[in-house]
């Protein structure tokens, strides 16, 4: 499915879920409600192959906002603190991507959906009762800037599973001596599935069970290639 912004992964699921009357679909790796973009949706017997597909790389497309660093680390927090934008200039944003090419250690925001004693880190978050999450190594295999502009950024990353795009975008505003957020972020590919083989979600809200039924691929002889 190509998710819009505006809804969460669950939500989709759900709405699968009645379109075919069959409660085992499941999703492979969770949109954030802002973010947009592929989403690999699995029904009946092919959920047994979830962890399989959650281990692909993913190609995003993600724009920074500059200046202001929120508490969820994307546009639908609220600004926690605020730092003028130094001039940007392409070449150095461009040597500055390239350098953090490579493995990443990161922690998973606050606002995740990390499960902590069985439930999502940011479910705690929200009852101010903050966990520690564990710092994990992801691997990004390229950076690559699209746009500059006075208080935005737009680049594509390819990167392994794992990566929250979130907590690049807040290292990047500070290398570039700055705060920033996470203002838009769309999945273009996950593993070899890619967002123009996705329908979008208007589709399967207007689609009989059965045209559903008709439109969904089987599970390749190896999901984890």
Same mark, same amino acid.
């Given at each position: 499915?190509?998710?819009?912004?505006?809804?969460?992964?669950?939500?989709?699921?759900?709405?699968?879920?009645?379109?075919? !009357?069959?409660?085992?679909?499941? $999703?492979?790796?969770?949109?954030?409600?802002?973010?947009?973009?592929?989403? +690999?949706?699995?029904?009946?017997?092919?959920?047994? $192959?979830?962890?399989?597909?959650?281990? $692909?790389?993913?190609?995003?497309?993600?724009?920074?906002?500059?200046?202001?660093?929120?508490?969820?680390?994307?546009?639908?927090?609220?600004?926690?603190?605020?730092?003028?934008?130094?001039? +940007?200039?392409? !070449?150095? &944003?461009?040597?500055?991507?390239?350098?953090?090419?490579?493995?990443?250690?990161?922690?998973?925001?606050?606002?995740?959906?990390?499960?902590?004693?069985?439930?999502?880190?940011?479910?705690?978050?929200?009852? @101010?009762?903050?966990?520690?999450?564990? @710092?994990?190594?992801?691997?990004?295999? %390229? +950076?690559?800037? &699209?746009?500059?502009?006075?208080? %935005?950024?737009?680049?594509?990353?390819?990167?392994?599973?794992?990566?929250?795009?979130?907590? +690049?975008? *807040?290292?990047?505003?500070?290398?570039?001596?700055?705060?920033? $957020?996470?203002?838009?972020?769309?999945?273009?590919?996950?593993?070899?599935?890619?967002?123009?083989?996705?329908?979008?979600?208007?589709?399967?809200?207007?689609? !009989?069970? *059965?045209?559903?039924?008709?439109?969904?691929?089987?599970?390749?002889?190896?999901?984890?290639?």
């Amino acid at each position: 499915m190509d998710k819009p912004s505006g809804v969460t992964s669950h939500d989709v699921v759900q709405l699968v879920r009645r379109k075919l !009357s069959i409660r085992r679909v499941g $999703h492979t790796g969770t949109l954030d409600p802002i973010a947009e973009g592929l989403l +690999l949706l699995l029904v009946g017997a092919a959920t047994r $192959h979830q962890q399989a597909f959650q281990g $692909h790389d993913k190609l995003y497309d993600a724009l920074i906002r500059l200046g202001t660093q929120t508490d969820t680390a994307d546009a639908t927090g609220a600004v926690v603190r605020t730092l003028p934008v130094p001039p +940007l200039q392409r !070449s150095a &944003i461009e040597m500055m991507l390239q350098s953090l090419q490579g493995p990443l250690v990161h922690v998973p925001p606050a606002y995740s959906a990390v499960k902590v004693k069985g439930r999502p880190a940011y479910w705690w978050t929200r009852r @101010q009762q903050p966990v520690t999450l564990a @710092q994990r190594t992801v691997h990004l295999t %390229t +950076l690559s800037l &699209i746009e500059v502009r006075e208080q %935005t950024i737009r680049f594509q990353v390819h990167c392994s599973a794992g990566t929250y795009v979130r907590v +690049l975008a *807040e290292r990047i505003a500070e290398q570039l001596g700055t705060v920033g $957020h996470l203002a838009g972020l769309t999945r273009l590919r996950i593993g070899s599935w890619r967002l123009e083989q996705a329908r979008p979600l208007a589709w399967f809200a207007d689609a !009989s069970s *059965e045209t559903i039924r008709q439109a969904l691929y089987p599970v390749p002889r190896s999901p984890a290639a």
